[in-house]
T-cell receptor, first 117, second 111 residues
Protein backbone atom coordinates (compact mmCIF):
# COMPACT_ATOMS: atom_id res chain seq x y z
CA UNK A 1 0.00 0.00 0.00
CA UNK A 2 0.91 3.65 -0.28
CA UNK A 3 2.87 5.35 2.49
CA UNK A 4 2.00 8.57 4.28
CA UNK A 5 4.47 10.07 6.73
CA UNK A 6 3.95 12.62 9.48
CA UNK A 7 6.42 14.73 11.37
CA UNK A 8 6.84 15.08 14.26
CA UNK A 9 5.40 11.95 15.83
CA UNK A 10 5.16 13.63 19.19
CA UNK A 11 5.40 17.25 20.31
CA UNK A 12 5.08 19.00 23.63
CA UNK A 13 4.64 22.76 23.60
CA UNK A 14 3.74 25.53 25.99
CA UNK A 15 0.37 27.20 25.98
CA UNK A 16 0.26 30.12 23.57
CA UNK A 17 2.85 28.82 21.15
CA UNK A 18 2.24 27.50 17.63
CA UNK A 19 3.01 24.03 16.35
CA UNK A 20 3.39 22.85 12.77
CA UNK A 21 2.75 19.26 11.70
CA UNK A 22 3.88 18.01 8.29
CA UNK A 23 2.19 15.32 6.25
CA UNK A 24 3.78 13.78 3.16
CA UNK A 25 2.66 11.15 0.68
CA UNK A 26 5.93 9.34 -0.01
CA UNK A 27 5.30 7.26 -3.10
CA UNK A 28 2.23 8.76 -4.72
CA UNK A 29 0.61 12.07 -5.52
CA UNK A 30 -2.46 12.69 -3.42
CA UNK A 31 -5.48 14.23 -5.06
CA UNK A 32 -6.83 15.23 -1.69
CA UNK A 33 -5.46 15.36 1.85
CA UNK A 34 -7.40 15.27 5.08
CA UNK A 35 -6.68 16.16 8.69
CA UNK A 36 -8.31 14.27 11.52
CA UNK A 37 -8.30 14.54 15.26
CA UNK A 38 -8.78 11.58 17.59
CA UNK A 39 -9.44 11.54 21.31
CA UNK A 40 -8.72 8.43 23.41
CA UNK A 41 -11.02 5.51 22.69
CA UNK A 42 -12.95 7.51 20.11
CA UNK A 43 -13.15 7.31 16.36
CA UNK A 44 -11.54 9.81 14.02
CA UNK A 45 -13.07 13.25 13.65
CA UNK A 46 -12.50 15.01 10.34
CA UNK A 47 -11.21 18.54 10.80
CA UNK A 48 -10.58 19.71 7.24
CA UNK A 49 -10.05 18.68 3.66
CA UNK A 50 -7.55 20.22 1.30
CA UNK A 51 -6.67 20.03 -2.36
CA UNK A 52 -3.32 21.17 -3.69
CA UNK A 53 -3.29 24.88 -4.42
CA UNK A 54 -6.76 25.48 -2.94
CA UNK A 55 -8.01 26.75 0.39
CA UNK A 56 -8.92 24.05 2.85
CA UNK A 57 -12.53 23.19 3.58
CA UNK A 58 -13.14 23.05 7.32
CA UNK A 59 -15.77 20.98 9.08
CA UNK A 60 -18.40 22.68 11.16
CA UNK A 61 -17.06 23.72 14.54
CA UNK A 62 -13.40 23.72 13.50
CA UNK A 63 -11.78 27.14 13.78
CA UNK A 64 -9.96 27.84 10.53
CA UNK A 65 -7.92 30.66 12.09
CA UNK A 66 -6.67 28.33 14.78
CA UNK A 67 -5.94 25.31 12.61
CA UNK A 68 -4.12 26.61 9.55
CA UNK A 69 -3.77 24.19 6.68
CA UNK A 70 -1.42 24.65 3.76
CA UNK A 71 -1.40 22.20 0.88
CA UNK A 72 1.77 23.28 -0.89
CA UNK A 73 2.10 20.40 -3.34
CA UNK A 74 0.58 17.08 -4.33
CA UNK A 75 2.76 15.37 -1.74
CA UNK A 76 2.85 17.83 1.18
CA UNK A 77 0.27 19.31 3.51
CA UNK A 78 0.88 21.09 6.81
CA UNK A 79 -1.33 21.75 9.81
CA UNK A 80 -0.37 24.61 12.11
CA UNK A 81 -2.05 24.82 15.48
CA UNK A 82 -1.82 28.49 16.39
CA UNK A 83 -1.78 29.77 19.98
CA UNK A 84 -2.19 26.26 21.28
CA UNK A 85 -4.02 25.63 24.55
CA UNK A 86 -4.26 22.51 26.71
CA UNK A 87 -7.65 21.63 25.19
CA UNK A 88 -5.89 21.30 21.80
CA UNK A 89 -3.93 18.34 23.18
CA UNK A 90 -4.90 15.39 21.03
CA UNK A 91 -3.78 12.88 18.42
CA UNK A 92 -3.70 14.48 14.96
CA UNK A 93 -3.70 12.22 11.92
CA UNK A 94 -3.37 13.20 8.30
CA UNK A 95 -4.64 11.16 5.40
CA UNK A 96 -4.12 11.20 1.65
CA UNK A 97 -6.47 9.98 -1.04
CA UNK A 98 -5.40 8.65 -4.40
CA UNK A 99 -7.55 7.75 -7.35
CA UNK A 100 -7.32 4.18 -8.63
CA UNK A 101 -8.96 2.21 -11.41
CA UNK A 102 -11.48 0.99 -8.86
CA UNK A 103 -12.24 4.36 -7.34
CA UNK A 104 -10.38 5.88 -4.44
CA UNK A 105 -8.10 4.61 -1.73
CA UNK A 106 -7.31 6.60 1.37
CA UNK A 107 -4.16 6.12 3.43
CA UNK A 108 -3.37 7.48 6.87
CA UNK A 109 -0.19 8.77 8.44
CA UNK A 110 1.11 7.42 11.76
CA UNK A 111 -0.26 10.38 13.70
CA UNK A 112 1.18 13.19 15.81
CA UNK A 113 0.55 13.35 19.51
CA UNK A 114 0.33 16.95 20.64
CA UNK A 115 0.55 17.84 24.32
CA UNK A 116 0.08 21.45 25.31
CA UNK A 117 1.26 22.30 28.83
CA UNK B 1 -30.46 5.94 13.19
CA UNK B 2 -26.73 6.37 12.71
CA UNK B 3 -25.41 6.20 9.18
CA UNK B 4 -22.94 3.49 10.21
CA UNK B 5 -23.32 1.04 13.08
CA UNK B 6 -20.41 -0.99 14.43
CA UNK B 7 -20.34 -2.88 17.71
CA UNK B 8 -17.40 -1.42 19.70
CA UNK B 9 -16.83 -4.70 21.53
CA UNK B 10 -14.41 -5.38 23.10
CA UNK B 11 -13.93 -8.77 21.51
CA UNK B 12 -11.52 -11.29 23.03
CA UNK B 13 -10.62 -14.53 21.26
CA UNK B 14 -7.97 -17.25 21.71
CA UNK B 15 -5.10 -17.46 19.28
CA UNK B 16 -6.04 -19.39 16.15
CA UNK B 17 -9.74 -18.52 16.33
CA UNK B 18 -11.67 -16.82 13.55
CA UNK B 19 -12.46 -13.19 14.27
CA UNK B 20 -15.72 -11.95 12.80
CA UNK B 21 -16.41 -8.21 12.57
CA UNK B 22 -19.29 -6.44 10.92
CA UNK B 23 -20.90 -3.11 10.19
CA UNK B 24 -24.29 -2.06 8.95
CA UNK B 25 -25.01 1.12 7.06
CA UNK B 26 -28.05 3.04 5.96
CA UNK B 27 -26.75 5.16 3.07
CA UNK B 28 -27.48 3.26 -0.14
CA UNK B 29 -25.23 5.68 -2.04
CA UNK B 30 -22.09 4.23 -0.47
CA UNK B 31 -19.96 2.73 -3.23
CA UNK B 32 -16.62 2.01 -1.60
CA UNK B 33 -16.15 -0.17 1.45
CA UNK B 34 -13.02 -0.29 3.55
CA UNK B 35 -11.61 -1.89 6.65
CA UNK B 36 -8.83 -0.25 8.61
CA UNK B 37 -6.73 -1.63 11.45
CA UNK B 38 -5.50 0.79 14.09
CA UNK B 39 -2.94 -0.13 16.72
CA UNK B 40 -2.83 1.91 19.89
CA UNK B 41 -1.30 5.36 19.33
CA UNK B 42 -0.87 4.77 15.58
CA UNK B 43 -2.70 5.89 12.47
CA UNK B 44 -5.21 3.57 10.78
CA UNK B 45 -3.81 1.11 8.24
CA UNK B 46 -5.88 0.22 5.18
CA UNK B 47 -6.51 -3.54 5.27
CA UNK B 48 -9.17 -4.19 2.67
CA UNK B 49 -10.90 -2.11 0.02
CA UNK B 50 -13.71 -3.12 -2.26
CA UNK B 51 -16.39 -1.49 -4.34
CA UNK B 52 -18.71 -4.36 -5.16
CA UNK B 53 -20.82 -6.96 -3.41
CA UNK B 54 -19.21 -10.29 -2.76
CA UNK B 55 -16.06 -11.57 -1.13
CA UNK B 56 -12.48 -10.40 -1.34
CA UNK B 57 -9.60 -12.33 0.16
CA UNK B 58 -6.13 -11.21 1.11
CA UNK B 59 -4.13 -13.75 3.04
CA UNK B 60 -5.88 -14.42 6.36
CA UNK B 61 -8.37 -11.61 5.77
CA UNK B 62 -11.70 -11.87 3.96
CA UNK B 63 -14.00 -8.93 3.39
CA UNK B 64 -17.65 -9.46 2.51
CA UNK B 65 -20.05 -6.87 1.18
CA UNK B 66 -23.80 -7.39 0.89
CA UNK B 67 -25.24 -4.24 -0.64
CA UNK B 68 -28.80 -5.56 -0.61
CA UNK B 69 -28.66 -5.95 3.19
CA UNK B 70 -26.32 -2.95 3.68
CA UNK B 71 -23.98 -5.15 5.66
CA UNK B 72 -20.23 -5.64 5.49
CA UNK B 73 -18.01 -8.09 7.32
CA UNK B 74 -14.35 -8.76 7.94
CA UNK B 75 -13.10 -12.20 8.87
CA UNK B 76 -9.64 -12.90 10.24
CA UNK B 77 -8.59 -16.55 10.06
CA UNK B 78 -5.97 -18.14 12.29
CA UNK B 79 -5.87 -15.03 14.44
CA UNK B 80 -2.57 -14.05 16.04
CA UNK B 81 -1.78 -11.86 19.07
CA UNK B 82 -0.39 -9.33 16.59
CA UNK B 83 -3.95 -8.92 15.24
CA UNK B 84 -4.93 -7.30 18.53
CA UNK B 85 -6.05 -3.81 17.49
CA UNK B 86 -9.09 -1.69 16.80
CA UNK B 87 -10.79 -2.40 13.48
CA UNK B 88 -12.72 0.36 11.76
CA UNK B 89 -15.12 0.00 8.88
CA UNK B 90 -15.32 2.98 6.53
CA UNK B 91 -17.53 3.98 3.65
CA UNK B 92 -17.37 6.43 0.77
CA UNK B 93 -19.82 7.42 -1.91
CA UNK B 94 -22.89 9.36 -2.86
CA UNK B 95 -20.92 12.40 -3.96
CA UNK B 96 -19.64 12.98 -0.44
CA UNK B 97 -15.90 13.45 -0.24
CA UNK B 98 -15.70 12.33 3.39
CA UNK B 99 -15.17 8.83 4.73
CA UNK B 100 -17.89 7.68 7.10
CA UNK B 101 -16.38 5.60 9.88
CA UNK B 102 -17.79 3.05 12.24
CA UNK B 103 -17.00 3.44 15.93
CA UNK B 104 -14.33 0.73 15.73
CA UNK B 105 -14.24 -2.71 17.35
CA UNK B 106 -11.41 -3.45 19.76
CA UNK B 107 -10.08 -6.98 19.34
CA UNK B 108 -7.75 -8.85 21.67
CA UNK B 109 -6.24 -12.17 20.59
CA UNK B 110 -5.04 -14.11 23.61
CA UNK B 111 -1.88 -16.20 23.28
Amino acid sequence: GAVVSQHPSRVICKSGTSVKIECRSLDFQATTMFWYRQFPKQSLMLMATSNEGSKATYEQGVEKDKFLINHASLTLSTLTVTSAHPEDSSFYICSARVGTSGGYEQYFGPGTRLTVT
Amino acid sequence: QKEVEQDPGPLSVPEGAIVSLNCTYSNSAFQYFMWYRQYSRKGPELLMYTYSSGNKEDGRFTAQVDKSSKYISLFIRDSQPSDSATYLCAFLGGGDYKLSFGAGTTVTVRA
